[in-house]
């Protein structure tokens, strides 16, 4: 009885988080963006192909690396792109 209701809680989140791609492994599912958009602390807007990303779980920032550089960001000023 236990399994039953601990599956109908896992299952619909994992299917929740199983739609992305491929380059970063939360629970188990991994999420995939192709590009990103990053705005700088000066109000520079850096847009491009997406190398890696990683989130960090005891903060808000975000370390994105675009075209072969690494910005590190608060995570409300990126946009990681999906297709």
């Known amino acids: ?9 896992v299952l619909p ?6 739609g992305c791609g491929f380059n970063k492994q939360v ?15 000066d109000g520079t807007i850096v847009v491009g192909d997406l190398d890696s990303w ?3 779980q005891d903060g808000d920032c ?3 690396t ?4 690494t910005y590190l960001v608060h995570s409300s000023n990126a946009a990681l792109i999906h297709g």
């Not at 989140?13 to 199983?18: F, G, Q």
């Not at 675009?66 to 550089?69: F, R």
């Open 1 to 9: 009885m236990m399994r039953r209701k601990v599956s109908a809680v």
């Open 13 to 18: 989140v994992m299917l929740l988080l199983s």
């Open 27 to 41: 629970i188990g599912t991994t999420y995939s963006f192709e590009s990103a958009i990053v705005r700088l602390p």
């Open 54 to 56: 990683t989130d960090f």
């Open 62 to 64: 975000v370390q994105v």
């Open 66 to 69: 675009i075209d072969g550089k």
